[in-house]
C-alpha cells in the first residue's frame, strides 16, 4: 500500500512538474513581457541616434496581422523607407495594398517623433500602381528627407507607445459627437476621406457586411490559412518571430488566454471558427462606432500610404482621447480577392453606398468605442532587423 501511495505521488509529482514546464514555455503568465517586447519600453531613442531616433517610434506603427513590413535606411539627413514584399499576406493582401497601408502608419509614426526631436520630414511618397505578384525583393515606398528645426510637443507623439489594437469587447456607451468631428477634422485631407457610421440601422447593416466577408475570408482554403501563417501562440515562438497576432492580444479574457496557451494549438480551421464568432458576436454589434477610409484609387500606391497615414493618426488621436480601436477590413480584403481572381464583387458598392461615396472606395474598415479592458502590447522586432544598408547616426 505504502508503495503504491509513493508511486502515486511521484506520478502526481511528475505531473504537475511537466504541466508547470509547459506553462512556463508557453508564457501561461507571463502575459505580454518580456524581450520582444522592449521596443515598446525604449521607443523614446536616445539623442545620440540623430536622425535614426525616431526609427524606434516608426516600429511600434500598426500593420495587417502584425506583419511589420518594413526597411529603413538612413542616409546623411534623408530616411528611404522600403516595403519588404517578402512579409506580406499572400492571397490575403493579393496587392499588398494592406501592406502600404501599414507603411503608412510607420511613417506617420516616423514624421511624428522627427518633429519632436527637433527635424521636420518631408514625405515623398513613391508613385506607381500595386499590382499582383510584384516580386519578393525591398522596394522603396518612400523618401523622407530630414532637416532640424525647433523642437514641438505633440499629444499624438505620446500616445505612440500607448496605441493598442483592441479585439475585446467595447461598452455600450456612445463616443461623443464632438469627438467624431474632432477625428474626423484630423484624418481628412483631399485623398483621403473618412465616414463614421453611428445610426444603429446603418452599424447593423455595416456589421451584416463584415460578418459575410468574414465567411467568405474562412471558406477560402488559401486564404485561411495564409492567415493562420501569422498565428503566435506559445513564447517560444513569440520570440522566435517577434510579430503576427497573439493569443494575448487576441481579444479574449485571461482566463481563456492562458486555457488555450496550456491546451494543445489549434488548427486553421478552429481558429476561424473563433474569429467568425467573434466577429459576429462582440466586434460588429459592440461597436458604437464603425467606419471607413476611402480613396479615389486603393490600388494607388501613394494613396494606400496615405490612407494608412490617416488610420495611424486616428489610432493615435482616439487613443489619447481614451477610446480603443480595431481594424476589420475583411469586406475591402474580400474586394482585393475578388479582383485578383477575376470574381464579381458585392463588397465594393455596398460600401461606397454605406458611405454616401460615389467616385471613392473604401480601403480600410474599422471600429470605434470604449473598451471593456485594456488591449496587450504586441511583439516587435528589434530595430537592427528592420534597418537596410548602413546606417548613419551624425546629423
Known sequence: MRRQQTLIAGGAAVALAALGYRAWGRGVFAGATGSAYTPWDDWGGNELDGPRRPLCAATLAASPHNTQPWLFDVTGDAIDVYADRARHLGSFDPFRREMHLGLGCAIENLVRATRVFGFAADVQPANGRLELAPGRQPVLAAHVAVTAVQPLHDALFEAIPKRHTNRGPYREQPIAAERLRELTDLVSSPPVRLALLVDRGARHEFGALIVAATEQIVGDREMSMDSFRWIRVGKREVLAHRDGITIDASGTSRLKT????????????????????????????????????????????????????????????????????????????????HHMLGKQDEFGSALAKLAHADGWEPTFVFRLGYAEREAPRSPRRPLASVVKGVLSAAH
Not at 461597436?287 to 486603393?298: H, K, T, Y
Not at 490600388?299 to 494608412?308: N, Y
Not at 495611424?312 to 476589420?328: K, S, V
Not at 477590413?329 to 482585393?336: A, G, K, L, S, T
Open 258 to 337: 492562458m486555457a488555450a496557451k496550456m491546451l494543445p494549438d489549434l488548427d486553421a480551421m478552429a481558429i476561424d471558427r473563433i474569429w467568425l464568432d467573434t466577429t459576429r458576436d462582440v466586434h460588429a454589434p459592440t461597436a458604437s462606432v464603425l467606419g471607413m477610409i476611402l480613396v479615389p484609387d486603393r490600388l494607388d500606391m501613394a494613396q494606400s500610404i496615405e490612407a494608412g497615414r490617416a488610420w495611424q493618426r486616428l489610432h493615435l488621436a482616439a487613443t489619447a482621447r481614451g477610446i480603443a480601436a480595431q481594424p476589420l477590413n475583411q469586406p475591402v480584403e474580400m474586394i482585393d480577392r
